[in-house]
């Protein structure tokens, strides 16, 4: 079997498992997202959702965040963890989009991954959920997951992704990477994977029954 081959299965048996997936950070506007995003780094979505109504409605625009006090953006999302870093990357971000993209998100990873906090993976979704274009996204899920399949063999984010871009079919590139998270979050979990439950236990690699033989 191909690698192609090994990735329209595991599509397949995961859009019946996880049909309509999509990115669990509720945002209404691209840059919500993409703040988001930044945000999610070492915190869980369902904090991140519970803060960016707090900040969103303190400064609703990109021009609001460009401008706001760094001190009053740490305040607002104190609790997602790394919060003066991230803060600094919020407001240095807003104020690049306002000043070289008139306030407007980009639409491409190249020139998203130019503004400040923003690497590979915030720009794939950013690219796949607001502007529906072809995205890969390599968070620890995916990176992991798609290297038990067999469909990688790197830990690099980087890597990973130029692996899976000529074996995913583009147009399913983008949920497949939102059904991998649902996936890890509920069946492949890291140190406790319930391979029992697992609807792709016949394509892993690693499975208890290959890894005994």
């Known amino acids: 079997m191909t690698k192609k081959e090994r990735a329209a299965q595991c599509i397949a048996l995961l859009e019946e498992k996880y049909p309509g997936a999509q990115c669990s950070l509720e945002y209404e506007k691209p840059h919500e997202l993409l703040i988001s995003v930044r945000l999610a780094a070492q915190c869980t979505d369902a904090r991140v959702n519970m803060v960016t109504p707090v900040l969103f409605g303190r400064f609703p625009t990109v021009e609001a965040l460009a401008n706001a006090p760094v001190e009053e953006v740490e305040e607002c999302i104190k609790s997602c963890g790394l919060y003066k870093t991230k803060a600094r990357d919020i407001v240095a971000c807003c104020k690049m989009l306002v000043e070289q993209y008139g306030g407007v998100v980009p639409d491409t990873i190249e020139e998203l991954v130019k503004l400040p906090g923003v690497g590979r993976k915030t720009a794939n979704l950013v690219v796949g959920d607001v502007y529906g274009k072809p995205a890969i996204v390599c968070d620890t899920h995916c990176i992991r997951i798609t290297n038990l399949l067999g469909l990688a063999d790197s830990k690099d984010p980087a890597k990973v992704e130029e692996q899976l871009r000529p074996i995913l079919p583009p147009e399913k590139s983008n949920d497949f990477c939102h059904q991998l ?33």
Do not use: M, N, W
């Not at 439950?197 to 890894?211: E, I, N, R, V, Y």
């Open 181 to 213: 998270v649902l996936f890890g979050r509920e069946v492949c979990i890291a140190r406790r994977p319930r391979c029992q439950d697992c609807c792709l236990f016949g394509l892993c690699l690693h499975s208890p029954a290959k890894t005994a033989g």
